[in-house]
């Protein structure tokens, strides 16, 4: 499943193409035709991320709100017909696409979505509301949730991926961050310091920005170095990212030399090792 910094990097993607301009919404695969009908011609405003949802803001105070789930793909891409003053109607289209978004220079294309709905601002803010912080929008962890870590009995490694709680975090940035800061997966989170939950935070806030520029997820210091190092010499920072445990199951833990093992928590499959996280 992608996880916030794809789909904020995505968002991005889209206001660069859309914003400001009316669009053709169309929906090849009929099943957003009606929605579709109602926006076609209507200008989009803008695009956001909250955690793992999307919203494109449409005039008129009308929003679409995408998940792309497990298996959703968006592809935003220049099409080749820019000269021709409008936007084009006859692009090619190959699978199954939901909406399609088109203005005179670029073209969208949402397969897969489990979420592809029509809504008034209202009822997106009310989804927004249901959503915990997000690394990729705040600052500071809100007192509240903390409040509600500092009282889970569940553990840790589930709190993690509950989007509720914290919105955006994924399987790879769980796995990984908890290894980072020696963190057993199935502490209860009330029994994780809230020094501790404040540092792994503070991680996800300074990892995920560099997941949205790069569209890696980078943990390791040596990888976030050398990313770091490439982006400020004008480069795309795609280094090849190196875990400590995400699907190392079976392999030596780089830090104890333990061997790393992989179970199911919170329907997922969790990566991590015995021996330093403790
Ligand atoms: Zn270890």
Not at 35 to 45: C, K, P, T, W, Y
């Amino acid at each position: 499943m992608p996880e916030g910094h794809t789909i904020h990097a995505l968002a991005g993607r889209l206001e660069a193409a859309f914003a400001g301009t009316p669009v053709r919404f169309s929906s090849p695969q009929g099943r957003f035709a009606e929605s579709a009908s109602v926006l076609d011609g209507a200008r989009v405003e803008s695009a956001e991320a909250h955690g793992k949802h999307l919203a494109i803001h449409v005039e008129g105070e009308r929003v679409v709100h995408v998940h792309l789930g497990l298996f959703g793909r968006f592809g935003v891409r220049r099409h080749r017909r820019v000269d021709r003053g409008e936007a084009p109607t006859d692009l090619p289209l190959t699978g199954q696409v939901r909406m399609r978004m088109v203005n005179r220079t670029h073209v969208g294309d949402l397969r897969g979505p489990i979420v592809c709905e029509l809504v008034g601002l209202e009822e997106w803010q009310e989804v927004e509301a249901g959503l915990g912080a997000d690394p990729l929008r705040g600052e500071r962890l809100p007192q509240e949730v903390l409040d509600r870590i500092g009282r889970s009995r569940r553990a840790i490694g589930a709190v993690l991926m509950d989007q509720s709680l914290v919105a955006g975090v994924g399987n790879v940035y769980r796995a990984e961050l908890l290894h980072r800061h020696e963190i057993d997966p199935h502490t209860p989170a009330r029994d994780v310091p809230t020094r501790l939950v404040h540092e792994v935070w503070d991680d996800l806030v300074r990892l995920m920005p560099l997941g949205v520029r790069t569209g890696r997820i980078l943990v390791s210091d040596g990888d976030v170095g050398r990313a770091e190092a490439l982006l400020a010499d004008g480069g795309t920072g795609r280094v090849r990212p190196r875990y400590a445990v995400y699907r190392r199951h079976g392999k030596p833990c780089p830090r104890c030399g333990e061997t790393v093992v992989k179970e199911a928590m919170a329907g997922r499959n969790l990566f991590w090792c015995p021996g330093c996280q403790v």
